[in-house]
């Protein structure tokens, strides 16, 4: 199913983010404060708000999005 997927993949790019050593860092979350406040058009205090309580989800939401963008950055295209 859907969920199922959806498990599986999250369990994988938590994998390779343990893996790779990807780890989080003030700035990383401050660019994700400043990217979230332009494509919502809302003040970065606005977002850091909403966040508060949620850094745990925060965390893992940046965590995922720079694992992906290891993974992205380490394929190899080739042209068939």
């Known amino acids: 199913t859907e969920a199922e997927r959806d498990v599986r993949a999250g369990l994988l790019i938590?994998?390779?983010a343990e893996k790779e050593g990807i780890?989080?860092?003030d700035d990383d979350i401050d660019k994700y404060?400043?990217?979230m406040s332009e494509n919502m058009g809302k003040p970065v205090n606005e977002i850091?708000?909403?966040f508060d309580g949620?850094?745990?989800?925060?965390?893992?939401?940046?965590?995922?999005?720079?694992?992906?963008e290891f993974l992205m950055n380490q394929a190899k295209i080739e042209e068939r």
Do not use: F, H
């Open 33 to 35: 404060y400043q990217e």
């Open 48 to 50: 850091k708000k909403y």
């Open 14 to 16: 938590e994998a390779i």
């Open 54 to 68: 949620k850094k745990d989800r925060l965390i893992a939401t940046i965590v995922d999005k720079k694992t992906i």
């Open 23 to 25: 780890k989080l860092s």
